[in-house]
């Protein structure tokens, strides 16, 4: 839902390619991604019809989603609900839950709505709907060091219901914070309309409400500008977020980010909202940069992940290791499993620039590094270990 807005475009935004690199394992996860799949997930869903909060409609899509993802591989033990009323009709939030490696308790969120007010919605938002569903499939048995919540919300079309629902009962409770979330990643229509030219994908930074948080965002979304560029075929514009299912965490400080169609179709809120009229092939490509973005920033494990914690060694496994936290600020700490008396550091920005030589600190003052990706290679008389750090602040 994007309604009684005044939708502003940038120009075609530079891409900053310093911080982050291409990687393998990432782009053939992203190519995972089937035509076949977003089709059958469009028409499915568009076989629903008006799915408006609470109605018969709405909780048959929730039933299907939740069998979706049972044919996936996930287990009811990774599903939760929040129950909400509207017009005193019950509707429920679908939230699936992959847990992570190494920093379990904090959560990149991947979030859509997937009730409709007129017409089956196919764009608005089945779109995001079948994308969404594209992404838990492929990334079922991935590990990622961060957990990763997929997000269904009803009551968007209604004004955020939803999606206000559970930032305020559960991502808060109160005024006690419940969830630690890096990141939401937001995807709302993005159909496009078939004989456009889909080629460009508006990639959507926080620049209004809380002005705390949107630094963060605008760092956000230029990573996930690279990470369309480099997964996908798609072209990026640079916009601004609003009226949709993001805007509650924005409202708690949370940072935030999305997806949202280029060229409108105009077609949301109408009975034209149908799969005859949307371009499958747009959302298929946006579902390649939404799994290539959802690696990036959940840290996906792979052998030449140059993200990860876990990326090259030349040490036995009884001398590993640990680099943290991952993301970092201002300190970053090298822990041995064994004592190790004479070390030395050397930390290199992507370009392959030293910025730090150290010797036996295992407390590395990072403050002085500006945001991006760096490599920290520890070098003993046991062999060396190379790490790849996000410095994000």
């Known amino acids: 839902m994007k309604k009684a807005v005044v939708f502003l475009l940038t120009s075609i935004a530079l891409q900053n390619m310093s911080a982050q690199s291409f990687i393998q ?15 059958t997930n469009l028409q499915e869903f568009a076989g ?60 990149v969120i991947i979030c859509g709505h997937y009730d409709t007010i007129v017409g089956p919605g196919v764009s608005d938002n089945g779109s995001g709907t079948s994308i969404i569903l594209e992404a ?34 559960v991502a808060y409770q109160g005024s006690t914070k419940v969830l630690d979330i890096k990141l939401v990643l937001n995807i709302d229509q993005v159909g496009g309309l078939i004989g456009n030219n889909n080629n460009t994908i508006t990639c959507e930074r926080d620049t209004g409400g809380l002005s705390s948080n949107n630094t963060a965002s605008n760092t956000m979304t230029q990573e996930l500008m690279t990470c369309t560029t480099l997964y996908s075929p798609l072209q990026t514009n640079l916009s601004y977020a609003y009226s949709s299912d ?49 690696q990036h920033f959940a840290v996906a494990t792979t052998s030449n992940n140059l993200l990860s914690t876990h990326e090259a060694t030349t040490q036995k496994p009884s001398e590993e290791i640990r680099i943290y936290p991952n993301p970092a600020k201002d300190f970053v700490t090298v822990e041995f499993q064994q004592k190790v008396k004479q070390f ?35 070098k003993t008389d046991k062999g060396n270990t190379t790490k790849k750090i996000i410095i994000n602040k």
């Open 25 to 39: 394992a990432y782009k053939n996860r992203a190519d995972m991604v089937t035509q076949t799949n977003i089709n």
């Open 48 to 107: 629903f019809g008006i799915k408006k909060t609470g109605t018969t409609a709405n909780n048959n899509t929730l039933d299907w989603l939740k069998n979706k993802y049972l044919s996936y591989g996930y287990t009811v033990s990774d599903f939760s609900e929040d129950a909400f009323t509207y017009g005193g009709n019950p509707s429920k939030n679908l939230i699936i839950t992959k847990t992570g490696t190494l920093y379990p308790n904090k959560y």
């Open 136 to 169: 838990a499939r492929i990334l079922k048995d991935i590990p990622t060091e961060y957990s990763i919540k997929f997000i269904h919300f009803s009551g968007e079309e209604q004004g955020l219901v939803g999606s206000n629902h559970y930032v305020n009962n």
């Open 246 to 294: 993001y805007m509650p965490f924005e409202a708690k400080g949370y940072t935030i980010t999305g997806f949202y169609e280029y060229l409108r179709s105009e077609n949301e809120h109408t009975v034209s909202d149908t799969y005859a009229n949307i371009d499958p092939v747009y959302v298929f490509n946006v579902g390649k940069a939404a799994v290539g973005a959802l």
């Open 344 to 378: 030395k550091i050397e930390v290199n920005d992507m370009a392959g620039n030293t910025v730090l030589t150290l010797e036996n600190q295992e407390k590395i003052n990072t403050a002085g590094l500006k945001n991006g990706v760096y490599t920290f290679t520890i």
